[in-house]
Nanobody
Framework: QVRLVESGGGLVQAGGSLRLSCAASRRTFSGNAMGWFRQAPGKEREFVAAISWSGGGDNTFHADSVKGRFTISRDNAKSTVYLQMNGLEPEDTAVYYC??????????????WGQGTQVTVSS
């Protein structure tokens, strides 16, 4: 059964930090790349970050808009992927979605989605 459950969203002031978590079912998580996307009001969903099954270093990718502020990571033993968000800006306000794809590498289409968690950054 596919299951992706995000948590950790909330309201934070500009410059603050949040850490999002996504707990996945073992079937969804094992051997698969994971990603984070976001959708702001009135805008299309956009890519934020992704991580390959092996994780770390060259196996991660971050959108230019969040590079240097956000960091994706994963704990394969816990079937959980994280998004550490520092230096948050009002423009980061959005619903953040966890996603998974069939395949070890982060590059490609994502077919499994969580329900989303709201992140609101006040100025």
């Amino acid at each position: 059964q596919v299951r992706l459950v995000e948590s950790g969203g909330g309201l934070v002031q500009a410059g603050g930090s949040l850490r999002l978590s996504c707990a996945a079912s073992r079937r969804t998580f094992s051997g698969n790349a994971m990603g984070w996307f976001r959708q702001a009001p009135g805008k299309e969903r956009e890519f934020v970050a992704a991580i390959s099954w092996s994780g770390g270093g060259d196996n991660t990718f971050h959108a230019d808009s969040v590079k240097g502020r956000f960091t994706i990571s994963r704990d394969n033993a816990k079937s959980t992927v994280y998004l550490q968000m520092n230096g948050l800006e009002p423009e980061d306000t959005a619903v953040y979605y966890c996603a998974a794809r069939d395949g070890e590498r982060w590059r490609g289409l994502y077919g499994y989605w969580g329900q989303g968690t709201q992140v609101t950054v006040s100025s």
